[in-house]
């Protein structure tokens, strides 16, 4: 049977999305394969071992009790948890870590560094192809090196340079999308039609990340395409978001007042394989394994733009990875075992 390290919560502005992800992992492991161990990260960024009741992950009151202080061990051999326990260190060996961390301090390559570091196998992409998916500019420009239209954009590091680049980011014309370099669920990001709202679009995404990148916007409307797999890859259905107004913010995403979400997309099957084929060659671009979300613009010219990837994306039996799999006979327990499958024989780098 192997052990599963489950991490969650994280110092990130994604705490709980990380915990709703979670919980519904958990409620669908299949435990006479899997011993679990529970990682939870505080807000605050405290590394505690749970042995509490899974339940209370999603409420967030996991904290409260059955919490001792822990920490990976950065030493290669059998992969380590070190719990402190009335004063003692208790050795806890496991098998596999399977980070649902969504942002900073989970999603962007510092925990799968340390896995790295370690040799540890890990669920889901390792640290340099995490560090990538983060970073909008970074990805935008090796995914356009691999001939994939991005939006144009200009990148800014401070007020000062916003300032100085005033005459680039109005020669994208309105509307514009400011957004944090890195960052997740659309945090910071505005969507301004008109320069006098620039300025205080920018401060906000400064709020996020220290850098900002202004985008132009882009005609059409979002898709999304599931990728699974290492050297053989499964994709998932393509979706479509429609919107009614603003963008898919953050409220958007998670309530989905004035927008829907298409599973399988509205187009041909023609349009959806090239959808595929590019999601495909995004993921083999960014170097990703395991599994990733690949987010695109369908102009209405038909012309495919590149958005972002997220490396964990949302991971509950409603989120828009796991049905997209669905849509190819996936259900949700057999994409959580398949992620699982494709860690067992994954080690970092030697």
């Known amino acids: 049977m192997k052990k599963i390290l489950v991490i969650f919560g994280g110092c990130s502005t994604e705490y709980e999305v990380s915990l709703t992800s979670a919980s519904a992992v958990l409620a669908v492991m299949d435990r006479s394969r899997y011993e679990v161990l529970h990682l939870g ?15 209370r992950i999603a409420n967030n009151t996991w904290q409260e009790e059955n919490c001792y202080p822990a920490t990976i061990s950065m030493s290669r051999g059998k992969p380590t948890l070190w719990v402190e326990r009335e004063e003692r260190l208790k050795k806890m060996e496991f098998d596999i870590a399977f980070p649902i961390l969504h942002g900073k301090n989970g999603e962007d390559g510092s925990l799968q ?44 590091s401070s007020m000062a340079e916003y300032e100085d680049k005033r005459t680039e980011i109005e020669a994208l014309g309105f509307p514009l999308f400011v957004k944090p370099v890195r960052a997740g ?7 301004v039609g008109k320069w006098e709202d620039m300025e205080d679009a920018v401060c906000e995404a400064f ?29 998932g259905r393509v979706d479509e978001i429609e919107l009614s107004e603003g963008f898919f913010d953050y409220e958007e995403k998670y309530t989905l007042k004035t927008s829907s979400i298409h599973m399988p997309a509205r187009i041909s099957e023609e349009e959806e394989q090239r959808i595929k084929k590019t999601a495909a060659k995004i993921y083999r671009t960014l170097g990703c394994r395991g599994f990733t979300r690949v ?33 190819v006979g996936m259900e949700f327990a057999e994409v959580v075992d398949q992620v699982l499958e494709l860690a067992v024989n994954t080690r970092s780098n030697p």
């Open 113 to 156: 560094g340390l896995c790295e570091i370690a040799a540890i196998p890990l669920a889901g992409c390792g640290m340099e192809s995490s560090v990538i998916g983060m970073d909008k500019v970074l990805a935008h420009t090796l995914v356009s090196l691999a001939g994939i239209r991005v939006p144009e954009s200009v990148t800014i």
């Open 185 to 191: 669920s659309s945090f910071g990001i505005s969507r």
């Open 207 to 235: 709020l996020h990340d220290k850098k900002v990148v202004i985008e132009e916007s882009i005609s059409g409307f979002e898709v999304g395409c599931a990728v699974m797999g290492n050297e053989e890859l499964t994709l």
């Open 41 to 55: 990260i505080t807000r605050e960024g405290q590394a505690l071992y749970y042995e509490g009741k899974e339940e």
């Open 295 to 327: 987010d695109m613009f369908f102009t209405q010219e038909k012309e495919i733009v590149f958005n972002e990837i997220n490396t964990i994306p949302g991971f509950t039996s409603h989120s828009r990875f796991p049905n997209m799999m669905k849509g």
